[in-house]
């Protein structure tokens, strides 16, 4: 592409999107993109970031610290933590079972994966409370134990586990597909159990899949509302979780203390991923 | 490169791993979808029937096909002007708008419900304005399309983006040398490509505007016959003891996720190479 020379005379570098501008529709089209953009996404986040603090940063952090808000927000995070870890065991082995082998109804296994993403939070909310009850299905099984599951937090880890499935198996379907098969089987010419050949062959390639898997479930657990809440009781400082907290405030119209929340939230979910980043780095480094 | 093919069990392990998997899908998502069905039909058919006959049933269907109707068109412009804007052209801050486009998958329902009552809520930013005009924002329609709009926002854009930037430009560029007009280069050579694509991500779109529950719920108010959706009226129905009322409406929400989940299977098979290739089995 020949240089071009501007109107003074100086020859000035080539763009590189000159040569793609040949085809039109750029100024209606990324203009529709930032008028949606800013109207939907950029200027309603402003105003959650801007309200928490109109009594102060102090108020902002007395809020968080509140007893009843700080007793929730601990539980979205430990029941988020423990539900995608179970997840995390248990997607790995659909994973691989619906990768690896061939069986009858192995298609239907395979969409019905999806049917968290696909069904309405507020449905599988109605349904989970109604098997796990004191009188459902499964609840009245373990109610003979003394054990709750329905209205304490582990109805909430289990609504997350729930919620969560989908996001581990297809994170980690697709690079265990694509995975050499050379690899494997030279471990196992070198006399690799299978254990070993998994732990030390495959385990470190669907590493950074795993982890963004992990990250996504996570944060889709903390701010879960629709499949919990039914499922939880809400029994503030027992199985109350963050997003109820800010429906709560904005009842009261206490909209700084929404906004409080609902960033605290944020920092939770982000703190996670930055740990969950610096974690696939390490492995990285490790040559992992 | 050689990838290992998928084998019949034939080890103990095989078999235990299989059937563990099966346990677990069995328990954690066919028993709620049993349950949805075993409680909608508690009654007896005629019962299950009476639902449909509910007009805080039928309303709050109403609004949530007229939520959805007003969304899906808007969804469905963004999603193809920011894949033409993104993949056809190099712009500064392209990465950064990217990442904007993706935000509203990572947040939680009820902040993409909270942000609008921020800003048209009685004590917003817009509230005061908004009242002395007497215009209803939040607890009526507008404010359920906004939050349904935020939290579908990426459905459309994430299947074109991944597919446009696949397919390239040549036959685009080709178009417009010999003369063809925008909307010709439009409608004869993008739209063709991407239309598994497209209709993908309107069906992903839909079954999320259909069926979200926190973000409505902040916005909504909860008004019966008004500002009641389908997910709504289904959180009411339950927590007034009506099972059968709400889980019968629920059954409605159940067909369209099956539905949703078989025109996507479908696709996925079909038109695997015609879609983003996260989706090609």
Partial sequence: ???????????????????????????????????????????????????????????????????????????????????????LFVGVLIAWVLVRYDFPGKRLVDAFI??????????SGIALSAIYAPNGWVGSFFNNFG???????????????????????????????????????????????????????????????????????FARGMGEYGSVIFIAGNIPYVSEIAPLLIVVKLEEYDYAGAA????????????????????????????? | ?????????????????????????????????????????KGGLPKYLETFADPDAMDALKLTLLVTAIVLPLNIIFGIASAWAITR?????????????????????????????LMFGAQGWFGEFLQAHDIDVIYALPGIVLATLLVTLPFVARELIPLMDDNGTDEEVA??????????????????????????????????????????SVVSGHIRGLTNTLPLHIEVAYNEYNTIGAFGAATILVGLAFVTLAIKTILEWRYADELSAQHRH
């Fill in chain 2, 1 to 41: 490169m050689r990838r290992k093919a998928a084998k019949r069990p034939e080890k103990l392990t095989d078999y235990t791993l299989i059937i563990f998997a099966f346990f677990w899908m069995a328990l954690i998502i066919f028993l709620p979808l049993m349950s949805v069905l075993f409680n909608a039909f």
């Fill in chain 1, 260 to 288: 409080s929340v609902g960033i605290g939230m944020l920092i939770i979910s982000f703190a996670i991923l930055f740990v969950l980043n610096l974690t696939q780095q390490y492995f990285a480094k490790k040559g992992l």
């Fill in chain 2, 89 to 117: 052209f190099e712009f500064v801050g392209k990465t950064i708008l990217l990442s904007i486009i993706d935000l509203p998958f990572s947040l939680s329902p009820v902040i993409s419900g909270l942000v609008w009552v």
């Fill in chain 1, 114 to 123: 999806d049917m968290p993403f696909a069904l309405p939070t507020a449905v």
């Fill in chain 2, 175 to 216: 178009a417009v040398t010999l003369g063809a007009s925008g909307w010709d280069v439009f409608f004869r050579i993008t739209l063709p490509n991407i239309k598994w694509a497209l209709l993908y991500g309107v069906l992903l779109c839909m079954a999320r505007a259909m069926g979200e529950f926190g973000a409505v």
């Fill in chain 1, 1 to 87: 592409m020949p240089a071009e020379i501007s109107k003074e005379g100086n020859f000035i570098k080539p763009k590189t999107f000159r040569r793609t501008r040949i085809i039109p529709g750029f100024s209606i089209s990324l203009g529709i993109t930032i008028f949606f953009v800013s109207v939907i996404v950029i200027i309603p986040l402003l105003a959650l970031l801007m309200r928490p603090w109109e009594n102060g940063f102090s108020g902002f952090i007395d809020t968080l610290f509140d007893k009843r808000v700080f007793a929730a927000l601990k539980i979205s995070f430990l029941c988020s933590l423990l539900a995608a870890l179970v997840n």
């Fill in chain 1, 147 to 217: 054990i709750k599951i329905a209205y304490s937090p582990i109805g909430i880890f289990i609504a997350l586990v729930f919620i969560g499935l989908p996001f581990i198996v297809r994170s980690v379907q697709p690079v265990l597909s694509e995975l050499e098969a050379e690899v494997e089987e030279a471990a196992e010419t070198l006399g690799a159990s299978p254990l070993q050949t998994f732990n030390h062959v495959i385990l470190p390639a669907i590493m950074p899949a795993l982890l963004s898997g992990f990250s996504l479930a």
